[in-house]
């Protein structure tokens, strides 16, 4: 209960800071009030927003450059997009920090570990309908570029991610497919719709480039949340 208490505090001064970002273009109806009495109840959205990486884990890097600010702030815009576009969001961290941070209830070897963990965790404490972890691609081959969006074996998930990778291409004037991403413990181990959006490489001048100019940024977002909004549409 604990764990609740403070997931839905985190929630909910992660709306409020973010709330004076945002203007009257959002019925107050339309966010996510928990009033304090309220927070006996499981918080719930739509979309739970991943923003990948923070603290000590800085992600993917280029020189100066790092993965999780990019992440940060292409995340804070999503959600600033979702819920002024009336989809429920809610963000896991608003700030530079590890959400191992915040999770020192779990006994776990690895500090990455429990970062995932609690990544996972924040699913099953926040009624969402989808996860969308957004990440930053990176590799040797200075020539990659474009986005990548990783799926569960799931229908649903393939779906989501067709999307997402569709209206990103469009954005980036690419063609690339989704693609299944075996390996990672957040798509093995979330029940509900998950995908690993990879936005662009930051080894690529011109994908960096456009991953840290906000009004880039901003088409970004825009990208992801009209394929979110296309797969609510089609499974709705
Ligand atoms: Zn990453």
């Known amino acids: ?36 009495e309220d927070s006996w109840t499981m918080p719930s959205a739509v979309v739970l927003i991943d923003a990948g990486h923070g603290g000590i884990d800085g992600g993917a890097t280029a020189g100066p450059t790092l993965e ?8 804070q815009k999503l959600y600033l997009l979702l819920n002024s576009q009336g989809i429920p969001a809610v963000l896991n961290r608003t700030g530079d920090y590890a959400l191992s941070d915040d999770n020192r209830w779990h006994i776990s070897r690895s500090r990455h570990k429990r970062d995932l963990s609690q990544r996972r965790q924040l699913t099953d404490e926040i009624e969402t309908t989808m996860l969308v972890s957004l990440h930053v691609n990176w590799t040797k ?35 690339f497919y989704p693609r299944e991403g075996k390996p990672f413990y957040l798509l093995r181990k979330v029940d509900q719709p998950a995908v690993i959006v990879e936005m662009g490489f930051i080894s690529h001048d011109g994908d960096r480039m456009m991953l840290t100019n906000p009004r880039e940024q901003l088409r970004i977002a825009k990208a992801i949340a009209s394929g979110i909004r296309q797969y609510k549409w089609i499974t709705r």
């Open 141 to 175: 081959d200075r020539s990659k570029h474009g986005p990548l969006v990783l799926h569960q074996s799931s229908g649903e998930s393939a779906l989501l991610a067709f999307c997402i990778q569709d209206t990103l291409n469009r954005q980036q004037e690419t063609a």
């Open 1 to 36: 209960m604990l764990k609740i208490l403070r997931i839905a505090v985190l929630v909910w001064f992660g709306l409020f800071g973010l709330a004076s970002q945002l203007s009257a273009a959002v019925p107050e109806h339309k966010q996510l009030a928990h009033a304090p």
């Open 68 to 75: 999780k600010d990019i992440n940060l702030a292409i995340a």
